[in-house]
């Protein structure tokens, strides 16, 4: 997990790139899968993820998070 090109709040397209990954190859920008607004960032920048791991959540504005 490199960085966030988006932060909490701010609104999300559907294939905008919303943060840059790193892997032992290659670095990319991985899109967004949804529309709506940026709700929480679950993963922290300059951190290890694991495949798979959640990284974030999207939603409408005002929508509750789900507790983890």
């Given at each position: 997990?490199?960085?966030?090109?988006?932060?909490?709040?701010q609104k999300?397209?559907?294939?905008?790139?919303?943060?840059?990954?790193?892997?032992?190859?290659?670095?990319?920008?991985?899109?967004?899968?949804?529309?709506?607004?940026?709700?929480?960032?679950?993963?922290?920048?300059?951190?290890?993820?694991?495949?798979?791991?959640?990284?974030?959540?999207?939603?409408?504005p005002g929508?509750?998070?789900?507790?983890?």
């Amino acid at each position: 997990m490199v960085k966030w090109l988006k932060r909490k709040g701010q609104k999300v397209s559907q294939g905008e790139p919303l943060v840059e990954l790193q892997t032992d190859k290659v670095n990319y920008e991985l899109e967004s899968t949804a529309n709506g607004v940026l709700l929480e960032i679950v993963a922290k920048e300059d951190s290890e993820v694991p495949v798979g791991e959640l990284l974030c959540y999207i939603g409408q504005p005002g929508e509750a998070v789900p507790k983890t």
